[in-house]
């Protein structure tokens, strides 16, 4: 009767393991020429120079290293950037929720922009499905795969009489 749930269950993990994929699947960073700029909207990587360190010192820390976000506007002063973690120069994290950073022209030492990198995404893919693929064939998900225990043979057995 294990056998039955084996299909389903295979099937479900992979679904469930393509569908973790296909929402996180794998990016690159793609470095910017300095005669481009990302489009609005694009999530970009901006590396931040020391007059911008200097300047953002104040209101973000003056650590920074890189800022990650979405690009919200740019004119011909500088950015506005939805930022969403921020990377420090000793190696640090801050996560942010999109609050909204200027930065001059003058601040920015690079872009980056996060694309998306099929042939990584296809083979974490082909890691994620191995993977469950063996837990399922060792019986390592708990579907009811394999014989069930038995009884030791060396148990005692007892019996519980009841005389009038």
Excluded at 21 to 40: D, F, N, Q, R, S
Excluded at 47 to 73: K, Q
Excluded at 91 to 104: D, K
Aim: aromatic residues 4%; proline residues 5%.
């Amino acid at each position: 009767m294990g056998d039955v749930n084996q299909p389903r269950s295979l099937g479900l993990a992979i679904g469930l393991a393509l569908l973790v994929l296909a929402v996180t699947g794998c990016y690159k960073l793609h470095p910017v020429t300095t005669t481009e700029v990302p489009a609005v909207g694009v999530r970009v990587t901006v590396e931040i120079n020391d007059i911008g360190r200097v300047a953002l010192g104040g209101s973000m820390g003056p650590e920074i290293d890189r800022i990650e976000g979405r690009m919200e506007a740019k004119d011909s002063a500088g950015y506005l950037i939805a930022v969403q973690q921020v990377y420090l120069v000793r190696g640090g994290m801050q996560v942010w929720s999109g609050e909204l950073i200027r930065l001059g022209k003058d601040q920015v030492r690079s872009f980056s922009e996060r694309q998306f990198s099929k042939g990584r995404s296809i083979a974490l893919g082909a890691v994620g499905v191995g993977g469950v693929a063996f837990m399922l064939s060792r019986g390592l998900l708990g579907a009811g795969l394999g014989e069930p225990p038995r009884v030791p043979t060396d148990s005692g057995v007892s019996l519980r009489v009841i005389w009038p």
